[in-house]
């Protein structure tokens, strides 16, 4: 990779000699783990996605945002398209990780969603699963994707997904928490990767950390029920579940889009098409067996 070991070196950060490695795991992003004389970093190189809502710009104020608030490790350098973060030594999540960690998963989420509005800047941005899978429904059709003749029964299912939500207020949420987005430094919770952090409901970034980490029932009411304070009633578990679909949904449109126009360093599309079709086809099965259809 001589073209990103030039761009890596030429970054106006560095103190001495660098060693540097490829960051594994991302599946739209190139990452790679620095070192010289002063520490270790995380380099990570993106374009903007208009195709994802993804924006660097506003990206890069989110970190910011939430590196002045405590929640992420320290954004060094960015510029655009290329970011440099301080390495964490620690542990990345993985479900198992965040299965066990719930209650402090649910605290800690709970805090970013309270006290990120006081450090965000500029236009507030709104992330609605519901518009981005409509709205990724109609990328889809018009760029003739492979499962094109789904979508009305994708569209039909999110619809009523939707409608199943209950009232909650307006937060700033992560939208993105997978379990390789939590580290743990042995002494405290980190959050990284910020594409998608927005304004909306807390229900989105709650049903994320159930379906990401393959959460049964009882762990998902454990996990509502530390972030409010109190026990879930059934139209909360409702709606919960439904958005665990809805987030599995999102996360098959994303890849179908993302088979259309990205190209990420051995990424296999088709191959996570087909995982996360999976994972939403037994979320959608297990959601029907304990509410049936609206």
């Given at each position: 990779?001589?073209?990103?070991?030039a761009?890596?070196?030429?970054?106006?950060?560095?103190?001495?000699?660098?060693?540097w490695?490829?960051l594994?795991?991302?599946?739209?992003n190139?990452?790679?783990?620095?070192?010289?004389?002063?520490?270790?970093?995380?380099?990570?190189?993106?374009?903007?996605?208009?195709?994802?809502?993804?924006?660097?710009?506003?990206?890069?104020?989110?970190t910011?945002?939430?590196?002045?608030?405590?929640?992420?490790p320290?954004l060094?350098?960015?510029?655009?398209?290329?970011m440099?973060?301080?390495?964490?030594?620690?542990?990345?999540?993985?479900?198992?990780?965040?299965?066990?960690?719930?209650?402090?998963?649910?605290?800690?989420?709970?805090?970013?969603?309270?006290?990120?509005?006081?450090?965000?800047?500029?236009?507030g941005?709104?992330?609605?699963?519901f518009?981005?899978?409509?709205?990724?429904?109609?990328?889809?059709?018009?760029?003739?994707?492979?499962?094109?003749?789904?979508?009305?029964?994708?569209?039909e299912?999110?619809?009523?997904?939707?409608?199943?939500?209950v009232?909650?207020?307006?937060v700033?949420?992560?939208?993105?928490?997978?379990?390789?987005?939590?580290l743990?430094?042995?002494?405290?919770l980190w959050?990284?990767?910020f594409?998608?952090?927005?304004?909306g409901?807390?229900?989105f970034?709650?049903a994320?950390?159930?379906?990401?980490?393959?959460?049964?029932?009882?762990?998902?009411?454990?996990?509502?029920?530390?972030?409010?304070g109190?026990?879930?009633?059934?139209a909360?578990?409702?709606?919960?579940?439904?958005?665990q679909?809805a987030?599995?949904?999102?996360?098959?449109?994303w890849?179908?889009?993302?088979?259309?126009?990205?190209?990420?360093?051995?990424?296999?599309?088709?191959?996570?098409t087909?995982?996360?079709?999976a994972?939403?086809?037994?979320?959608?099965?297990?959601?029907?067996?304990?509410?049936?259809?609206?």
């Amino acid at each position: 990779m001589p073209d990103v070991e030039a761009r890596v070196r030429a970054l106006p950060l560095w103190h001495g000699d660098i060693r540097w490695q490829p960051l594994k795991g991302g599946l739209s992003n190139e990452s790679f783990t620095v070192t010289d004389t002063s520490g270790s970093y995380v380099v990570r190189f993106g374009r903007d996605f208009p195709c994802h809502h993804v924006f660097r710009e506003r990206e890069i104020m989110a970190t910011r945002a939430a590196v002045a608030a405590g929640f992420a490790p320290e954004l060094v350098h960015a510029e655009p398209g290329v970011m440099v973060s301080r390495f964490i030594e620690g542990k990345t999540y993985t479900a198992a990780d965040v299965l066990a960690d719930r209650a402090a998963i649910a605290d800690l989420v709970r805090r970013f969603h309270a006290e990120m509005p006081a450090f965000v800047s500029g236009p507030g941005y709104l992330f609605w699963v519901f518009h981005v899978i409509r709205d990724y429904a109609r990328t889809l059709q018009a760029g003739g994707s492979r499962l094109a003749d789904r979508l009305p029964e994708f569209l039909e299912l999110a619809a009523e997904f939707e409608a199943a939500q209950v009232p909650l207020p307006i937060v700033f949420g992560h939208h993105d928490l997978l379990p390789a987005n939590f580290l743990h430094d042995g002494d405290r919770l980190w959050l990284i990767d910020f594409e998608y952090a927005g304004f909306g409901t807390p229900m989105f970034d709650l049903a994320g950390i159930a379906a990401n980490a393959g959460f049964g029932p009882e762990p998902s009411a454990e996990l509502l029920a530390r972030y409010f304070g109190m026990e879930p009633d059934p139209a909360m578990l409702r709606s919960h579940a439904a958005m665990q679909c809805a987030a599995l949904l999102r996360e098959t449109l994303w890849s179908l889009v993302s088979e259309l126009h990205l190209n990420a360093p051995g990424v296999d599309y088709a191959a996570y098409t087909a995982e996360t079709l999976a994972a939403f086809d037994l979320a959608l099965d297990a959601y029907r067996s304990r509410f049936g259809k609206a």
